[in-house]
């Protein structure tokens, strides 16, 4: 099944203890992406990648981190994790330009 | 910048009719993508329909489809023989060209559909 995967699903963690949210996906995309969705805010993209090794920041970059060794790997790192970083996040990926994008079901992540 | 605008925060509709949500949107950019996405309960994205800005024609997938005006910039979504299982946040979004290729989402509608 062509799909987005994300783990965890939910997270609660305390402020500056380093975290790792993994996306993978399996349809050779080239684009992927990782969103945070805020209430009143909506969805704002954090970093985004357009093939190996190549990633830029978002809107939002400040706090996160993100590696694209390989095509189908793009994770989320939170060196220092704070309580504003509270968030629902998504990771995303799209075949090429003008396609929409698929998303994995969200990563609920809580900092204290 | 690209924006998109979602007037109804809320709407509702009966089992087996039909519904509009609307979303208009700022570009000055020609070519260009619009998607509708539906997140249900489980808060998963769902991508409902996709539409390209140089095709006249509106999109349709089974139930849904779009009213697209590109001279007023108006992209809506009819649901028909709305289902339960309808029942969601639905955000109009628009794919920017180059660069970060992001979303951008209006702030969504939340439908309800009554038995």
Same mark, same amino acid.
């Given at each position: 099944?062509?799909? &987005? ?15 790792? &949210?993994?996306?993978?996906?399996? +349809?050779?995309?080239?684009? +992927? ?5 805020? !209430? ?9 990648? +357009? ?23 793009? !994770?989320?790192?939170?060196?220092? !994790? ?31 | ?20 949500? *609307? ?6 950019? *020609? ?85």
């Amino acid at each position: 099944e062509a799909q &987005v995967t994300q783990n965890p699903r939910y997270l609660i963690t305390v402020t500056g203890k380093k975290l790792t &949210v993994t996306c993978s996906q399996n +349809m050779n995309h080239e684009y +992927m992406s990782w969103y945070r969705q805020d !209430p009143g805010l909506g969805l704002r993209q954090i970093y985004y990648s +357009m093939n190996v090794e190549v990633t830029d920041k978002g809107d939002v970059p400040e706090g996160y981190k993100v590696s694209r060794k390989e095509k189908r790997n793009f !994770p989320l790192i939170l060196e220092s !994790p704070s309580p504003n970083q509270t968030s629902l996040y998504f990771c995303a990926s799209s075949l090429s330009s003008g396609y929409g994008y698929t998303f994995g079901s969200g990563t609920r992540l809580t900092v204290v | 910048a690209q924006t998109v605008t979602q007037s109804q925060p809320e709407m509702s509709v009966q089992e087996a009719e039909t519904v509009t949500l *609307s979303c208009t949107y700022d570009t000055s950019e *020609s070519d260009y993508y619009l998607f509708w996405y539906k997140q249900p309960p489980s808060r998963q994205m769902i991508l409902v329909i996709r539409q390209e800005a140089y095709k006249q024609q509106n999109a349709t997938e089974n139930r849904f489809s779009v009213n697209f005006q590109k001279a007023a910039k108006s992209f809506s979504l009819k649901i028909s023989d709305s289902q339960l299982g309808d029942a969601a946040m639905y955000f109009c979004a628009y794919r920017t060209q180059g660069g970060s290729e992001k979303l951008v989402f209006g702030k969504g509608t939340k439908l309800t559909v009554n038995p």
